[in-house]
């Protein structure tokens, strides 16, 4: 199973998720995460992003961000992003039915009824980042649920 997870800049939230995510599937599962603009092309994590994932024992200091490429359509199999328009960039991104069957929001993936998005905490201070971590924790929690029975059903 390949996810990659997607934000704007891919300094924030993403990593995070990625970091999240890395530390509760199987280590054959492969975790990466991407940015809409390739603006933080290169540079490592937010600092406070580095700062609140190290708070919960998790080390994303050494992730550098990354604008989506067309190849990671065909490469991963399941594409979560954080936000509508993130999400809309990516859809648009795509080439056909098979990646865009791939591609959803985090939160409604998630079954998170009550927000779609995944707040941008890039203005906000460490509490906002926080907010951020808990959201992403719950979600990938349930995400990993699904994908590990999903994944059990097919052997079986
Ligand atoms: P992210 O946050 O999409 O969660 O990585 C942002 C990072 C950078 C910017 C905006 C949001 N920016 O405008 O540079």
């Known amino acids: 199973m390949k996810i990659l997870m997607v934000c704007l800049g ?3 939230r993403s990593p995070l998720a990625e970091g999240i995510m890395k530390a509760k599937v199987p280590e054959s599962y492969i975790v990466d995460s991407a940015g809409t603009i390739s603006m933080h092309e290169g540079e490592h994590p937010d600092k406070r992003a580095i700062k609140t994932a190290a708070n919960h024992g998790i080390d994303i200091s050494k992730q550098k961000s990354r604008p989506i490429t067309k190849a990671d359509f065909d490469t991963f199999d399941k594409i979560y992003c954080m936000d509508i328009d993130v999400y809309e960039d990516v859809i648009s991104k795509a080439s056909n039915e098979e990646q865009r069957l791939k591609i959803s929001l985090f939160l409604e993936a998630a079954g998170n009824h ?4 995944v707040p941008d905490p890039y203005w906000g201070d460490l509490k906002d980042f926080e907010e951020v971590f808990q959201l992403l924790d719950t979600g990938c929690n349930i995400i990993k649920n699904q994908l590990i029975s999903a994944t059990t ?4």
């Open 114 to 117: 009550k927000n779609a998005e």
């Open 10 to 12: 891919n300094i924030c």
């Open 153 to 156: 059903q097919r052997k079986n």
